[in-house]
């Protein structure tokens, strides 16, 4: 991790700062940025969210989907948690917090939408980001790429049946030509363009060695694209924010419930059928970590730069790198424990 990723986060609140400052100075011109749309895309943004995404999507080998029979009961446990638990364990936990529990310090008109935010942010699972997380704890290189290749590939098909399905349980009406606009702008076109654009240099001569050349070039542009994505968020959430300063830590709350509780599932699973530590500790970490880029841009898709939703997901952004460096910490730090005799 260098020295840039390391300090994300404070970059991160920078940007937040930033955001929120420029939208007070320069209204007019956030509301420009925001009215530069086709079916609800908000073209800047979309740019900005390609730049974030094929970088990532580049590392992946997507004929690493062979190696998924080498770590059968791994991946089995990250299907599992990512697509049976994960989602479903968020709707609850945003019913719970948002509707509930923070119903009376969050704006009444956002709740519907703090909630959709964060349904998109669970059902998204995680993408090449964690493969950064997966070296801190000498997690198993073959079955991260095979995890991260195989949920790309799932969510495709079923990241819009799902977030339609809880959205609709949430009694919120789903624009589904815009979801599955969503869908195809941000995973299935960058997808095969990254496919075919990896293949293209991977088999010329020295070919690995100009795609790593290729990724060096573009993982800075990737971070950039990121942090003024955020800048653009927070210009439209600025008022909102300032006027309610508790409402990014009442969003985090859930997020940081649903993180833990997922990575932790994860890792007892792993534990309890006897998963090697270079395994279940990744494992973990897929679990818990979220494919954020994702979230947002559907968030921004189909609600709006300025909504709760959009908000809520830009919050995963904000815990994503401290709280998934707590749970390398503790993947690190148990170790020792995971490698003794599991009692049956």
């Not at 009215?35 to 094929?54: D, T």
């Not at 921004?300 to 390398?328: F, K, N, Q, W």
């Amino acid at each position: 991790m260098n020295l840039f990723e390391r300090y994300l986060s404070l970059w991160v609140l920078a940007c937040i700062a930033l955001g929120i400052t420029l939208g007070q100075w320069l209204p007019q011109v956030f509301a420009w940025l925001g009215g530069m749309e086709v079916a609800q895309v908000n073209l800047p943004v979309a740019a900005l969210v390609w730049l974030m995404i094929l970088p990532m999507l580049l590392k992946i080998d997507f004929h690493a989907l062979r190696e998924v029979r080498q770590h059968g009961r791994g991946i089995a446990v990250t299907l599992f948690v990512n697509w049976a638990v994960k989602p479903f364990s968020m709707a609850l936990l945003a019913w719970l917090f948002i509707r509930t529990l923070f119903a009376n310090w969050l704006p009444a008109g956002q709740i519907d939408s703090y909630i959709a935010g964060l349904i998109l942010l669970a059902s998204a699972p995680c993408t090449a980001m964690v493969f950064v997380w997966s070296n801190l704890t000498n997690g198993h290189p073959g079955f991260t790429l095979s995890q991260v290749a195989l949920n790309d590939l799932i969510m495709v098909f079923a990241y819009a049946p799902i977030v339609a399905l809880l959205l609709g349980l949430a009694a919120i009406t789903v624009p589904w030509d815009t979801l599955l606009l969503s869908v195809l702008l941000y995973i299935v076109l960058p997808v095969l363009l990254a496919s075919m654009w990896r293949r293209h240099i991977v088999t010329r001569p020295l070919g690995t060695a100009q795609l790593a050349n290729l990724l060096r070039v573009l993982q800075p542009a990737s971070m950039v694209a990121l942090l003024m994505t955020l800048v653009l968020l927070f210009g439209f959430q600025g008022r909102q924010i300032l006027d309610q300063p508790l409402i990014i830590l009442l969003l985090a709350i859930p997020i940081l419930i649903q993180v833990y509780f997922n990575a932790g599932l994860a890792y007892l699973l792993c534990r309890k059928l006897r998963v090697a530590h270079r395994v279940a500790a990744p494992a973990a970490l897929i679990g818990a970590s979220n494919f954020f880029e994702l979230a947002v841009a559907t968030a921004i898709s189909l609600y709006g730069l300025g909504s709760g939703a959009a908000l809520a997901t830009v919050v995963g952004v904000l815990v994503e790198v401290p709280v998934m460096l707590s749970v390398v910490y503790l993947a690190n730090q148990t170790r020792h424990w995971y490698q003794q005799p599991a009692s049956d």
